[in-house]
């Protein structure tokens, strides 16, 4: 350690790193959800409470299942890089490191099974 | 020199010695929201699921998303969705560089507020 210089120590620690990155990712999906998010409240939140009947030919049409797993897709996205940012704030080392992993893990489920169930509904 | 005081520089000031301000408080529930969506987020996932499957394991998710708590999860998720909606595009409009002066924050920290509890309201009412 005593031998490194100023220099090399700061070197790569900034935000230039990847930081700007992951925050235009953020816009990114940010945008997409500002357009699909309210299209999805009234879409998805009629269907709740429906007989099971209405539900599942409601999903297999292609105007909702679209939507809805774009959605799926989008918020999750959104949320792992969010949740990230928020984990990073306020953990440090192997706590981080695991819950970060598990965010992740937990994000592509969600959106893995929802796909899943809204290929199974219009199929 | 390259030693020299690691570790035992001052810190800048933090959260502790402020007053709690609109701005930050608005700011907080942004995180607070997004991260409470999780929840809400992961029953409709499973909603759909049981929906591909239907019978009673379709009945079994229904109850639990239009039960008591449930619906109050599904309130609590519709508020807190357009909460962070619209905290997120102050967001990108402080990104685009506009609106960053207190007086433009405080205006959006009042229209969050009240235009997500009349969205949330606007869905009751449609929903």
Known sequence: MAFLTDRK????MGS????AEHHWNMIVSSAALLILVPLFVFTF?????????????????????IL???????GFIHF???????????????????????????????????????????? | MADVNRGNRPLSPHLQIYRPQLNSATSIFTR?????????????????LAASYGGEYFETADWVLTSFVGDLIMLGSAWALWYH??????????????????????KMSWIIIGGSLFLTLFTIAIV
């Open chain 1, 9 to 12: 120590r700061a070197s790569g």
């Open chain 1, 16 to 19: 230039a790193k990847s930081g």
């Open chain 1, 45 to 65: 939140g009629p269907m709740l409470g429906q007989p099971h009947e209405v539900v599942a030919e409601y999903f297999s049409r292609p105007f909702p299942a």
């Open chain 1, 68 to 74: 809805t797993g774009l959605t799926i897709t989008a």
């Open chain 1, 80 to 123: 792992k890089n969010g949740a990230q940012v928020a984990i990073e704030d306020y953990t440090h080392g192997l706590t981080r490191n695991i819950l970060i992993i598990a965010v992740t893990c937990i994000s592509y489920a969600a959106i893995a099974t929802g796909l899943f169930a809204l290929a199974r509904m219009a199929l």
């Open chain 2, 32 to 48: 607070i929201t997004g991260n409470a969506l999780l929840l809400g987020a992961i029953l409709v996932v499973w909603w759909l």
């Open chain 2, 85 to 106: 909606l619209l905290a997120g595009l102050r967001h990108l409009i402080w990104d685009a560089g506009y609106g960053l002066d207190v007086k433009s924050s405080d």
